[in-house]
């Protein structure tokens, strides 16, 4: 509630007071309050060194990020709206080989998914219940470890019903496992802010996307201190269609501010269709 009407109130503030209050906080308060709210196990310095870490640090580096703290950026009503900008949900009676005959038309339905980012795996279990055939990669073992137990737990209360299991592979978003135009749509949802190169990762999704790829991104301004691993930052849209250069593509406004899940402020939504 506090933290609701403190993003509200600096909403009202005109960008450049904004700007000028973060100033003050990042030279003064950020380092040593990320500090005292997480202790050791939060890299604060993060943004300095992330580009030069070898892949076994930034692995054990999310790995600790989900042994200490649940992140579940997305929520029902997210899912609901990422399933709307995949076209809705797959025509059960269809094929993979009938969605690969299709993929050229503008109007062909996506039946898989690939989730680059799958974290906690809310958003794959609710794509899973839609009839798309989900595939997720995350580059921490323990967040993997975590969604893939989530999964198992609801079918075993019988709460998940999906028609097809839901695949789970770990790996980096700047080297896909996987051949070229591998999926119907690609979904990248609060994770294409972490990536250590974007404009490979951003190659990478156009590369195994047949149809459509859909990103979610905050809506922020670089910050040396932050209480995120964040690399990439995307103040306006036209910074994020920009990114993947795709000729079609549509990119909306969101507020998260209010909402009950871990991120709340401003964001974007990219839906782009691969030709």
Known sequence: MLRAAYIRFKQLLPRSVRNALSRVNQGLFARRTIERKYGTWFDVDWRKKFRTMPDADWIAAYDAVWQHHHNNCTDETDAAMIITALGGAPHHDSTEQDAK??????????????EVGCGAGSLAIAMAQAGFRVTCVDVSSEALRKAAHRAQTLAVQGEQTIKHDITWKQGFAEALPFPDKSFDAITCCHTLEHVRDLQTTVQELKRVARMRIVVVVPRQEYRLYAENYHTQFFSTPDQLSSAFGLPRSETRELNYVGRDNEFQDEALLYIGYVE
Do not use: D, E, M
Request: hydrophobic letters at 45%; aromatic letters at 0%; glycine letters at 0%.
């Open 101 to 114: 005959k299709n993929a050229h038309v503008q109007n062909a339905h996506v039946q898989s998914v690939l």
